[in-house]
């Protein structure tokens, strides 16, 4: 509790999730909106059990249900109480997982590495750059400038 004003961080966070509310409403929309979509795509999915045959849809279920947490209990909460970088930081990560996924369809070796522990990722030719050279030129490209823009902002030092 602040001694000067009487007030627990909680109750900080609490009146920046208020404030926040107020004056953004419509950009939380969205991302609730989005949010949602996710989980009733993850809802419609029913149950899965994994097989000899579906590695690569056990992986990106892995790396998708990791994604999704991360954005929804974590970085949505960061971002309504004004905690900018800490957020951003869990997006790249879900950002992470979303090329890693999309990189188990093209590597086995991505799939070995999430689901048996026989390679790292970051490592050779499993860093996100060369995941994302494994993607078409256009998406590589995007994923430079968005992943290195948010990169230095909620990754790096600030100069």
């Not at 029913?46 to 954005?71: E, I, K, M």
């Not at 750059?129 to 400038?145: I, V």
Request: aromatic share 8%.
């Amino acid at each position: 509790m602040d001694s000067e004003s009487g007030e627990s961080l909680e109750d900080r966070d609490a009146q920046a999730k208020a404030i926040t509310r107020e004056q953004h409403s419509s950009e939380l929309r969205l991302a609730e909106d989005l949010l949602t979509a996710c989980l009733q795509g993850f809802t419609s999915l029913g149950s899965f059990t994994p097989t000899a045959d579906n590695r690569v849809q056990h992986a990106q279920l892995l790396l998708a249900t990791r994604a999704f947490n991360s954005v929804r209990w974590c970085a949505y909460d960061l971002l309504q109480m004004g905690y900018y970088t800490q957020a951003l930081t869990l997006i790249r990560s879900a950002m992470e997982d979303y090329l890693t996924a999309l990189d188990c369809e093209k590597c086995e070796a991505t799939v070995e590495a999430i689901l048996d522990g026989k390679t790292e990722l970051g490592r050779g030719k499993l860093t996100y750059t060369e995941m994302a050279k494994r993607q078409s030129e256009k998406f590589q490209k995007a994923w430079k400038h968005n992943y290195g823009g948010l990169s230095e902002y909620a990754a790096h030092a600030q100069r």
